[in-house]
């Protein structure tokens, strides 16, 4: 079936942007409105598959709370505004501060949502690079860093991340990670549950080790508690027995690894018998865990959130594929292996198999000298460069598709400093715990109302693939898309003023692109793109010069966006292949099994092996309705039982005095909050579960579904000072806490 011109009676076909699955969708709409949504059984990636998610999408199209005009604060007093109105007043404003302070000034923060709108991410880093301020901040610095971080020095880029071949697996250990109610999480694989199914089903295994016995764990055929925070001990020690047992085997590697006796020496100290009090599970636990592994022909491991939101995120990171390197199961079908993107991948670019690698450290923050990682730095020293007086000093920011007051550590701390900026500007569809302090508000298309394709999850994805979809309605008379917004912006802040011509200035920015790319080929290649403006021509250049690409004519059975318009359920480009060395873009040409950093930082974990454990900690949940906050405000998430209770083993509670469905107060080194309890012997005693995105019904958000059951937030007890050093990640799990009845004392 073709697809429809949006706003047309019928089915079309849609990629839900609400998690990184990325499932395909069948939206049936009449008369304007959306009239039901369902999995699309044609979408060559995720085959029908649906979680509640995709369905929720008409409750966000619809909400009343979504913001739909420009808004401007004066004082406590919101106003609507035209779109002219809202530029005039962001270059009044912000003008001065850039002349009078300088570019540090500013400073840019963007938000998960945004991987899933083309537009968005594509030109924010247009925006961020014309801003040329050192202060850009993501969610990045609260999830995924480490793992970032740690591939980066790998493999040579940020966003080379192997992935568990899942559907030619026998054996899969995931580690800090729920991937039934995510979906995956830096792993795009919809549908985990059938996939996991068909694994067993095959004679394969799933093991999970998890402070929790997650939904992912309900389904494994084995599952082992681990003490919060203890993951580098086990993942250590794991790699100490490969060698102590001389089951390391890197096959077709051997080749292509650098730093193996490193390696060996490092963790030589990390015997099972050494760690096993510390992780809470047995030295014969551990080694039979790196044997089978070892021992399995095609194996994977994975780890993910709980892996990366500690102390030693990196690390972590890294050693899960120092376990699939050493048991010769990275780059092989069913091990961890590397997606080729059809489009934006830079390690399908360039010379292949050698490059520059990463750099980090090349600024750091002004107040704590945090580094730069990824030309980022951590969210949560944000407050403090607002707060901290003196040259540099942020006085202005720029927030896109993000909640950090709800989502980073140190919310109370950032509110009160976002209320002090000379200046905020926020695009964003709500007006949410943080973008109540902004004073102009810059509100962004629904999804149903823009086209759409995935520009970083392919480089995550199970399968290769490539899917793109149109607008399903078509957007409001005036309403500009995000990218022409932020090229307002960007416009303003080089000083080419409120009014400049939006296409002008992204022609401009092709031809520049187009001039690094290929200069002797521009022309031919301008006037191949012609007719496609914004997000759709990059898309169209990315898709033809990239791996699968016609390369202008060069390859003419290769692919273009035209051919991948055409088939409405995408195009499926085959399962993962071996690509060592090919993707490889260290300076070595190697993979850098034994980064110095990395080997740096297992004394330093050795060092806090015998420290003494605190009787109850905190980790975060994840639950497939709730991916983000503002997803609280949608009627089909938000409706059935309260999800942001404390989970509470029953034992902890009964030596607190805690009832079912009591009231309490949970504090930790950042704050406290009051939250209802839930009992659980899902949970390994001393650890409570508090979900992440809550603490709804602040004064001045406008969230009101989402205020009725407003929830606690984790982030408000947790230290905002508490980070990764390596990746600037904050800690977010494993935090010691108190517990208590309401109206009493607090105690462990």
């Not at 369905?55 to 979504?66: G, I």
């Not at 002219?84 to 002349?99: G, H, K, N, T, Y």
Request: charged share 20%.
């Amino acid at each position: 079936m073709a697809n429809l011109p949006p706003g047309s009676d019928g089915t079309h076909d849609r990629i839900c942007p609400l998690c990184e699955a990325c499932c395909g969708l069948k939206v049936q709409t009449e008369g304007g409105r959306v009239t039901a949504i369902r999995g699309a059984d044609d979408d060559v990636f995720s085959k029908g598959y649906l979680c509640p998610k995709g369905v929720a999408l008409k409750d966000l199209h619809e909400d009343p709370d979504r913001l739909r005009t420009p808004q401007i604060r004066r004082g406590a007093q919101w106003f609507e505004a035209t779109w002219d109105e809202a530029f005039d007043e962001i270059e009044r404003r912000l003008v001065p501060i850039l002349q009078a302070h300088g570019r540090d000034a500013l400073a840019l923060s963007v938000g998960n949502p945004a991987a899933h709108k083309m537009g968005l991410l594509l030109y924010f880093a247009r925006l961020a690079r014309a801003a040329g301020t050192k202060n850009i901040f993501s969610a990045s610095t609260l999830d995924q860093m480490p793992k970032q971080l740690s591939c980066g020095w790998m493999f040579g880029h940020w966003l080379s991340i192997p992935v568990p071949d899942i559907e030619r697996s026998d054996f899969l250990l995931v580690i800090g990670a729920n991937p039934m109610a995510s979906n995956g999480s830096l792993w795009t694989v919809p549908d985990f549950r059938g996939k996991a199914r068909a694994l067993r089903e095959r004679g394969g295994r799933l093991v999970v080790i998890d402070p929790r016995r997650t939904e992912t764990a309900a389904v494994a055929d084995a599952h082992h508690f681990i003490r919060p925070g203890s993951d580098v001990f086990l993942l250590a020690a794991m790699v100490h027995t490969l060698f102590d047992e001389g089951l390391v085997r890197l096959g077709r590697l051997s080749a292509h690894v650098a730093g193996l006796d490193a390696v060996r020496e490092a963790v030589a100290p990390f015997a099972p018998e050494h760690v096993a009090a510390r992780c809470a599970i047995a030295a014969t636990a551990i080694r039979q865990l790196a044997r089978e592994l070892a021992a399995t022909p095609r194996g994977c491991v994975y780890g993910r959130i709980g892996t990366c939101t500690q102390a030693y995120g990196t690390t972590c990171s890294w050693l899960v594929d120092v376990l699939s390197v050493l048991t010769g199961h990275l780059d092989e079908p069913g091990g961890a292996m590397f997606p080729k993107a059809a489009a934006f991948a830079a390690n399908t670019l360039g010379p292949a198999g050698v490059g520059r690698g990463v750099a980090t450290g090349r600024h750091a923050s002004r107040v704590s000298g945090a580094p730069e990682v990824y030309g980022e730095l951590p969210m949560t020293c944000l407050a403090e460069e607002i707060e901290t007086p003196g040259p540099g000093q942020i006085r202005a920011l720029i927030t896109v598709a993000g909640n950090p007051v709800l989502s980073s550590p140190g919310g109370e701390r950032l509110a009160r400093a976002l209320e002090g900026l000379d200046f905020m500007i926020s695009l964003d569809i709500y007006r949410n715990e943080t973008t109540r302090h902004a004073h102009v508000i810059l509100p962004g298309l629904s999804a149903l109302e823009d086209s759409h394709y995935d520009v970083p999850f392919p480089q995550f994805s199970y399968r290769n693939h490539a899917r793109f979809s149109p607008a399903v309605l078509a957007p409001p008379a005036g309403q500009p898309p995000e990218w022409q917004n932020l090229l307002r912006l960007m416009a303003i802040v080089k000083g080419q003023g409120a009014r400049a011509d939006v296409q002008a200035l992204d022609d401009a920015l092709l031809a520049d692109d187009l001039r690094r790319l290929a200069p002797e080929r521009a022309e031919p290649m301008t006037q191949a793109l012609a007719g496609r403006n914004g997000p759709e021509r990059l898309l169209d250049l990315a898709l033809r010069t990239g791996p699968y690409g016609d390369d202008f004519g060069r390859r003419p059975e290769g692919l273009t966006l035209e051919q991948v318009q055409a088939a409405p359920g995408g195009i499926d480009l085959g399962p993962l292949q071996p690509r060592i060395p090919e993707v490889l873009r260290t300076p070595s040409g190697r993979v850098e099994l034994a980064p110095p950093a990395l080997l740096a930082d297992l004394p330093r974990a050795w060092a806090e092996l015998e420290a003494p454990a605190a009787p109850l900690v905190v980790i975060g949940r994840r639950d497939v309705r709730s991916n983000n906050s503002w997803m609280h405000n949608l009627p089909l998430l938000a409706k059935g039982p309260f999800r942001g209770t404390a989970l509470v083993h029953p034992d902890d509670a009964a030596r607190l005095g805690l009832a079912d469905g009591a009231r309490a107060r949970l504090a930790g080194a950042g704050g406290s909050v009051e939250v209802t309890v839930a009992l659980s012997d899902t949970l390994m005693p001393g650890v409570l579960s508090l979900p992440h995105g809550w603490g709804h019904g602040l004064p001045g958000a406008q969230m009101a579904l989402a205020a009725e059951r407003p929830g606690a937030n984790l982030n408000a007890v947790l230290d905002d000072s508490a980070r990764d050093p390596l990746s600037g990640n904050a800690v977010l799990s494993g935090a010691a806490v108190t517990l208590a009845p309401l109206g009493t004392g607090l105690t462990g």
